[in-house]
């Protein structure tokens, strides 16, 4: 698999879950998600991804088959009976088509047939997102902002800011939702992995970021006590 240069993403930052017992696979595929500047949670058997897929939000699963703990149908079963839609996308060695069809009438949105290059499930995960949000369009226009987040670029008041990577993505969750209130463990669940040694405070820091960004702006973000956050037009 070729980890050479981050790819730019036309929608935004994700958050995945990985469920792959194969070391060696697990790491290329988080490494390069990384490197394009996502999150994302490993799980080595279906124990651990029913453990990480009841505690936490993800845009995307990258599933699995042949696990452990038995076979990846049986989570992707079980995730589609409890009235989840998270995408899932299956990692199979299996190339019948009586499976790759018993696959996507169990509920998986897409899969990829290993081995497989990087580049192939990088644009399977992008068709996959479009497809669930009706919408190929980046750019996000609210009071007198611009934002663009395949760019990482804010424009404010005839200005354009470079925004780095988490404050990226928490501007991305929060102006896509104006008026809605987020929780700090919510956002910090959706910022950052189980295996990022940081704390909670850690939100703080990048919602003061944000507010300097935004100073000059209509938009404001709102400390509700207690609550958490919200973002505000004047």
Same mark, same amino acid.
């Given at each position: 698999?070729? &980890?050479?240069?981050?790819?730019?993403?036309?929608?935004?930052?994700?958050?995945?879950?990985? $469920?792959?017992?194969?070391?060696?696979?697990?790491?290329?595929?988080?490494?390069?998600?990384? &490197?394009?500047?996502?999150?994302?949670?490993?799980?080595?058997?279906?124990?651990?991804?029913?453990?990480?897929?009841?505690?936490?939000?993800?845009?995307?699963?990258?599933?699995?088959?042949?696990?452990?703990?038995?076979?990846?149908?049986?989570? &992707?079963?079980?995730?589609?009976?409890?009235?989840?839609?998270?995408?899932?996308?299956?990692?199979?060695?299996?190339?019948?088509?009586?499976?790759?069809?018993?696959?996507?009438?169990?509920? %998986?949105?897409?899969? $990829?047939?290993?081995?497989?290059? +990087?580049?192939? &499930?990088?644009?399977r995960c992008r068709a996959v997102l479009r497809r669930r949000s009706g919408t190929s369009q980046t750019l996000i226009k609210l009071a007198d902002v611009e934002f663009d987040p395949v760019a990482g670029h804010l424009s404010v008041a005839g200005s354009t800011i470079v925004l780095r990577n988490r404050e990226l993505r928490l501007l991305e969750l929060l102006i896509n939702a104006p008026g809605n209130i987020f929780s700090k463990q919510k956002?910090?669940?959706?910022?950052?992995?189980?295996?990022?040694? $940081?704390?909670?405070?850690?939100?703080?820091?990048?919602? %003061?970021?944000?507010?300097? +960004?935004?100073?000059?702006?209509?938009?404001?973000?709102?400390?509700?006590?207690?609550?958490?956050?919200?973002?505000?037009?004047?």
């Amino acid at each position: 698999m070729n &980890l050479s240069q981050p790819t730019v993403w036309p929608d935004y930052t994700m958050k995945f879950l990985l $469920v792959e017992d194969n070391e060696e696979l697990a790491h290329a595929i988080s490494t390069r998600m990384q &490197l394009d500047g996502h999150v994302i949670d490993h799980a080595i058997n279906i124990a651990d991804a029913i453990a990480y897929s009841e505690a936490g939000e993800y845009d995307l699963i990258l599933l699995d088959i042949m696990l452990p703990d038995g076979d990846g149908r049986d989570f &992707l079963s079980r995730h589609r009976d409890g009235q989840k839609d998270t995408p899932v996308i299956v990692l199979t060695a299996r190339s019948q088509v009586s499976d790759r069809i018993s696959m996507l009438d169990l509920g %998986a949105d897409d899969y $990829v047939t290993k081995p497989f290059d +990087h580049a192939e &499930l990088q644009a399977r995960c992008r068709a996959v997102l479009r497809r669930r949000s009706g919408t190929s369009q980046t750019l996000i226009k609210l009071a007198d902002v611009e934002f663009d987040p395949v760019a990482g670029h804010l424009s404010v008041a005839g200005s354009t800011i470079v925004l780095r990577n988490r404050e990226l993505r928490l501007l991305e969750l929060l102006i896509n939702a104006p008026g809605n209130i987020f929780s700090k463990q919510k956002l910090f669940d959706r910022l950052f992995s189980y295996d990022d040694d $940081v704390s909670e405070n850690a939100i703080e820091v990048y919602i %003061a970021r944000l507010r300097k +960004h935004l100073d000059k702006s209509r938009l404001n973000i709102t400390t509700l006590r207690g609550l958490g956050y919200r973002l505000d037009e004047e």
